[in-house]
């Protein structure tokens, strides 16, 4: 904390503004915060640490006045010189400038890693290491901070609101036998779900703050003290063996938010907001990153060919694998059988989550590879391009391929073809006035709705897609964070064959989230097990989201106010009778709760909330997004021609051992009725992308004599020629080689 003498009047504070100032600053030096997981790049890392500094420090003035409360008014104690003080000595205000767009051949042609001017006349919107945005406003017990729940007593509606383990308990917790198989979809489909949800969000959580006097130890305390807001855990539940509380850390708030009297104006509170440490574009950031410093990470730099890095140690049949992160060791769980020394380390790529479970390694390794593929043939297409230029254009591909996937053959299955018409519809063009940024409601509830359709077995199937006895069924637990099982159990072919024949679990109103998932979650920053669905529901009122029946008004569906109402929205009237015995009131109802437990249309896998909230928000992302495939400015009429016959199936066919796949890897199929040739499935044609080079090269002025030939060469104006402009061809030998025209914008 921050400690140091308040002054008496604001004419004091004024007059030693500097002298606050270093202060201030040297203070904040003392706020050792414990290390960061690397997995935050330097960039968030420093966001991150202004904003809790900023926290911190207009905490501990709060505490401050509460003691010096006979001499000081609020007025004061919170006057924007001191805040402003705090704040910039925090370092929120120079990191939170608007950043500065540049309009040239470049930035109109490739979108930022970290998604910033996306927009030109809002550059933040979207971009990395920015809040979350909402739909409507949080509700926190203070109306400024405090979560749902924060105070013991404190009654919503006229009811406390019951733990969150309760409610895991009681409605949401079935065994891993409770499992109902989806009849028309695959289990990819969830994992795609879990893949794009990375690509679109990432919230980082606090850190425990133990260097300073007064911290708090998250894994120590059951207490409600920032950063740390506690499970609670009952005595005959299975977790009061092992431990009195399930820790939990608050998400980081966004700089120079969860304060009142910012900006001069002591009525204004502004309400915590959670960052998003990802850009909120479908843009392949799970395979690019959503910084500078995480892309120049994945790159291969030294290759002539816009290259990604690799794996130089483990090779899957001769396919690449994913290179391990620089942190030696991981934290990553290792082969128990195997020397202690011979280690397989975490995964690195765009999303730092990328070990989290095998088979989301295994989509990460697919585009790795498929970036890889297509770079090189593009640099064979077209010699003369630059390393750079292979790596925008194909980065540009590949983030074209996400969205194509993603909106064509994904959403409309999970929001049903009735949502999907009525919130998203066809695509009109770009439009700059719409927000793209990734809402609260969506990434802490609306998009968990899969977190109840994971099944709990993961299957490995042979190359007669039949059980193996080298390669038995796991248990979700004994995936989480095991890389080696991939490199040493087989590699990808297995594990997709497995995924492609699975039926995904369906999401039955009494069979939500199994043992794995409430009883066996491993984390990384945790020593012991976890429970998701009380995380799930923690987080929600962490970050102040509003009660399911003001989302339910928000999409213009009618508010429940009864058993009876409640009925309406969800056909188990045990389920009902057991959320009415926990929330007394169904406007205390969780979001995320109300929106899995929702009847579901059978041609959709949510129900009518959370199709909306996900309609809406896919909306956004697509008409917002000025890089958006189908926007006529950023390919060819032929290159989208291409592009659109490109399937997740073509993308498993180019980059694994397997030579026949489903038309629609989403759909559950038996092997081999279901399945076709590689050779029969659509690919894309690069010829779209063949830069023809005769048309680029032009010689002005031929000079024929009886013994030579005199070229001078030039190129379109939006190209530069590199080395000798003038060549001459003597006795069938030109005397130097010939020049590649080359973009001047990546020079």
């Known amino acids: ?394 980065r540009k591909m590949v983030g074209a391929l996400h969205q194509i996937i993603t909106i064509r053959d994904y959403i409309p299955k999970i929001i049903g073809p009735d949502a999907f018409e009525q919130y998203i519809g066809p695509y009109q063009g770009y439009d700059p006035t719409i927000n793209p940024t990734v809402t609260n409601v969506f990434s802490t509830a609306a998009f968990r709705f899969a977190h109840a359709a994971i099944h709990p077995l993961v299957k490995r199937l042979n190359a007669q897609y039949k059980e193996d006895p080298t390669l038995p069924n796991l248990y979700l637990h004994e995936v989480f964070f095991t890389p080696w099982r991939l490199i040493k159990e087989g590699g990808l072919d297995p594990l997709l064959r497995g995924t492609l024949t699975t039926a995904a679990k369906l999401q039955v109103q009494n069979q939500l989230l199994n043992e794995e998932l409430t009883q066996k979650l491993f984390v990384l920053s945790n020593n012991a097990s976890l429970d998701l669905s009380s995380l799930d529901l923690q987080r929600g009122r962490d970050h102040g989201l509003p009660g399911y029946n003001d989302w339910r008004e928000f999409c213009d569906l009618p508010r429940l106010r009864t058993e009876q109402e409640l009925m309406t929205a969800i056909e188990n009237k045990t389920m009902v009778q057991r959320i009415m015995e926990l929330y007394k009131s169904p406007n205390n109802i969780d979001v995320w709760l109300g929106g899995i437990v929702e009847n579901i249309h059978p041609d959709a896998r949510t129900g009518p909330l959370f199709a909306c909230i996900i309609g809406k928000q896919m909306k956004a992302l697509r008409d917002g997004d000025r890089f958006w495939w189908e926007n006529i400015n950023i390919f060819t009429d032929a290159q989208r021609q291409e592009l659109g016959k490109y399937s997740l199936s073509r993308l498993i066919c180019d980059n694994t051992g397997l030579t026949e796949a489903p038309l629609d890897p989403f759909l559950l199929g038996k092997f081999p009725k279901d399945f076709v040739s590689c050779a029969n499935l659509p690919s894309i044609n690069l010829g779209p992308w063949r830069e023809n080079c005769n048309l680029v090269l032009q010689s002005k002025r031929n000079m024929r004599t009886s013994s030579s030939i005199l070229v001078i060469h030039s190129c379109h104006k939006r190209y530069k020629l590199p080395g000798q402009k003038q060549l001459s061809c003597t006795k069938g030998k030109w005397n130097s080689e010939l020049p590649s025209c080359q973009d001047a914008s990546l020079f």
């Open 1 to 394: 904390m921050l400690y140091f003498e308040l002054p008496l009047t604001i004419t004091w504070k004024l007059q030693n503004a500097a002298a606050w100032a270093v202060t201030l600053h040297q203070r904040s030096q003392t706020l050792a915060y414990a290390p960061f997981p690397n997995y935050l790049e330097e960039e968030t890392k420093v966001l991150s640490r202004a904003a809790e500094k900023m926290e911190t420090s207009m905490r501990d003035l709060k505490g401050k006045h509460q003691k010096h409360k006979r001499m000081l008014s609020l007025n004061d104690l919170l006057s924007s010189e001191v805040v402003f003080v705090v704040s910039n000595i925090s370092g929120c205000v120079p990191e939170m400038l608007p950043p500065k767009c540049q309009n040239n051949s470049a930035t109109n042609k490739y979108r930022s890693i970290t998604g910033a001017c996306n927009n030109r006349e809002h550059p933040t919107w979207g971009a990395s290491n920015t809040a979350l945005a909402r739909w409507l406003p949080p509700v926190y017990e203070d109306e400024l901070s405090q979560p749902r729940g924060w105070n013991l007593g404190f009654l919503h509606n006229g009811f406390p609101l019951p733990s969150v383990r309760e409610v895991t308990r009681k409605i949401i917790e079935v065994s891993n036998e409770a499992v109902t198989e989806d009849e028309l979809y695959s289990d990819l489909i969830t994992v795609w779900g879990q893949y794009i949800d990375h690509d679109l969000a990432f919230t980082p959580q606090s850190e425990n703050q133990l260097s300073f006097q007064g911290a708090i130890n998250c894994q120590m305390t059951c207490a409600n003290q920032n950063p740390c807001f506690p499970i609670q855990v009952f005595p005959n539940d299975t977790f009061s063996a092992r431990m009195d509380c399930i820790p939990f850390y608050r998400s980081k708030p966004a700089c120079t938010t969860g304060q009142q009297g910012l900006l001069g104006n002591l009525s204004v509170i502004n309400p915590r907001q959670q960052m998003n440490i990802a850009t909120s574009f479908l843009d392949a950031s799970t395979v690019y990153g959503s910084t500078a410093a995480a892309e120049n990470k994945l790159r291969n730099l030294t290759s002539e060919g816009g290259l990604l890095r690799i794996n130089l140690l483990h090779f899957d049949k001769g396919l690449e694998y994913l290179p391990f992160v620089d942190q030696v060791p991981s934290p990553c769980a290792q082969d128990p059988k195997e020397d202690k020394a011979e280690r397989i380390e975490c995964f690195m790529a765009g999303d730092t989550r990328s070990s989290e479970v095998l088979s989301l390694a295994a989509l990460h390794t697919l585009w790795l590879r498929e970036h890889n593929r297509l770079a090189k043939s593009l640099k064979e297409l077209n010699p003369h391009w630059t390393s750079e230029r292979v790596y925008q254009e194909t």
